[in-house]
C-alpha cells in the first residue's frame, strides 16, 4: 500500500485546513485509513481514523469536535477537515493504514505510512 498526503500549509489559528491521503496497491481500498501528527520535540500521536466502510469513526480527545475524517472510496482518498485550528495543532501530519484499525486506534501505530505534511497553525 502507498499512500500520499498533501494539503498542509500555514494557517492562523481558528482557521480551516484539508488534508488528502491517496491510497494506492492492491488492497489499499479495503484498508482501514488514519492521521498522525508529530510536533517538534514530541512524539508521534494518534489523530483520527476511518474503517473501510466509511462508518466507523475514531478521534483523539485532542480534536474531536474540530476534525472531521471521511473518505471517498471511488477515489481512493482519505481526507481530514481541520477546523478551528490551535497553534498546539502545528505537527507534520502523516497518513497511514494497517490491515486492522486497532493497530493505530490502541497501538498508535501502524503497518503502512505515507510521507508527512507540515501543518502550522499561527496564533
Known amino acids: 500500500v502507498q499512500l500520499q498526503a498533501s494539503g498542509g500549509g500555514l494557517v492562523q489559528a481558528g482557521g480551516s485546513l484539508r488534508l488528502s491521503c491517496v491510497a494506492s496497491?492492491?488492497?489499499?481500498?479495503?484498508?482501514?485509513v488514519g492521521w498522525f501528527r508529530q510536533a517538534p520535540g514530541k512524539e508521534r500521536e494518534f489523530a483520527a481514523a476511518i474503517n473501510w466502510s466509511g462508518n466507523g469513526l475514531y478521534y483523539a480527545d485532542s480534536v474531536k469536535g474540530r476534525f472531521t475524517i471521511s473518505r471517498d472510496t471511488a477515489k481512493n482518498t482519505v481526507y481530514l477537515q481541520m477546523n478551528s485550528l490551535k497553534p498546539e495543532d502545528t505537527a507534520v501530519y502523516y497518513c497511514?493504514?494497517?490491515?486492522?484499525?486497532?493497530?493505530?486506534?490502541?497501538?498508535?501505530?501502524?503497518?503502512?505510512w505515507g510521507q508527512g505534511t507540515q501543518v502550522t497553525v499561527s496564533s
Open positions: 497511514a493504514a494497517s490491515i486492522a484499525i486497532a493497530t493505530m486506534t490502541n497501538s498508535g501505530s501502524a503497518d503502512y
Open positions: 496497491g492492491r488492497t489499499s481500498s479495503t484498508f482501514p
